[in-house]
Structure formats: C-alpha cells, structure tokens
C-alpha cells in the first residue's frame, strides 16, 4: 500500500531548469565561457551546483581550482535567487495532483539536487512551504544524483515519523534519468514526467506521464 510520494522539484514542482541554465551561464561569464543549453541538458542539468561546477573544472572548460567551488556555488545562489524572485513558478498540474494525494491521506517529501534555500523560496512564493513533512536538498548530502544517498536519507526522516515505512511504499517523480537511477538504486518505484525529457529518455521509469494531473490513484499502486 502506498504510503508516500517523494518529488524531485526542479522539473517535476517548479519550472526552474532553465532558471539554473542561466544562472550558471551569468556566473560562467565571467571565465569567457557558457554552457550550450542542448549540453546543458544532456550532460549537467541532474548535477548538483557543486558537482555541476566540479565536472566542468575537470573537463578544462574553468580556469580554477576546486578550492573555488563553494565561492562559485555562493554566487550562483544570489544569482538564482534574483531570478527566481522574477521568474519562477509551479508548474501546471502540481497544485491539483497535491490535492489528490491530500485526498488520499498521502504523505509527500521532497528530494532534491537544488539548495534547501532555493527550494524553500520557491514553496514559500507558491504557498505550498506546508505541503511536504520532508525537505532533503543538495546541502544535506555530499554525492548527488545519480547517487541514491538523497533518497536513503529521505526515507529514514520519513521513517522517523513512521517507523514501519518500507521502501515498496514509496514512488518518487522525477524528470531526469539520473533522477530515477537514484530513485531505482534506493530501492523505489518511479514516475516519470516528460517536463524536461522526451518520454524515450525516461523509460526506465516504472511509469511516464506529460503532467502530473494526469496521475491517477491507480497508477499510484
């Protein structure tokens, strides 16, 4: 029996990845180079700001040292922050799929490779800071996805408040392939949303779905 759904955010709650794509290119600006959007998403959009930052010192394309990475992080932080304050939203279909669950008595969580702040402001602008008993974001594991350490710390909080959860009864939504390798490797079963990916890069999902409203408590299982 389901007991709880377990949501990415950006992608699958907030219209935030291209946010982050730009983000990143006004702080790369700065070292004369940008990220392709197409390279973006096939290569860098499921890294964490750390490991995103990281991978590009290693591929050569930023003149620094890794000892610079949390200074990059910081800035891109206040940068994401401007931008969401203008531009960001929850993306259509959320709002009423919460209300199902709610319904439904399902209890729901967040876990996330964007920063707690981030996604704090996001909910709190939407109204919705209530909605979910958890919050695991980048800043509470030190490897992000496809790791499954966000979604193993994301089920013992939930545990806390109901020792007897298991992993069967949880389904996380993502909409990226790392997502659901990390959801996959924790021993969960998955929904994919097609927000940021074509259906035929998501089909290791257990499910595939254009728009959460279109999730019914059938497919939940």
Known sequence: MLKVVIFDFDGVIA???????RAFNRILAQFDF?????????????????DCYKTLIQEG??????????????????VYKQFAESDGHIIDGVRSFLGLLNHHGITKAICSGALEAEIQLTLAQAGLENEFVTVVAADHVSVGKPDPEGYNLTLTQLQELDPTLTTSQCIVIEDSHWGLEAAKAA??????VTNSYPAEQLSMADNIVSSLDL???????
């Open 34 to 50: 940008q990220i392709q959007k197409r390279d973006y998403y096939q290569k860098y959009l499921g890294l964490t700001d750390k």
């Open 15 to 21: 219209d935030s990845e291209i946010l982050h794509f």
């Open 215 to 221: 999730i019914t408590v059938e497919d939940l299982g």
């Open 187 to 192: 021993g969960m079963k998955t929904i994919a």
């Open 61 to 78: 394309y930023l003149p620094v040292s890794e000892d610079q990475v949390p200074d990059l992080v910081a800035q891109k932080k206040v």
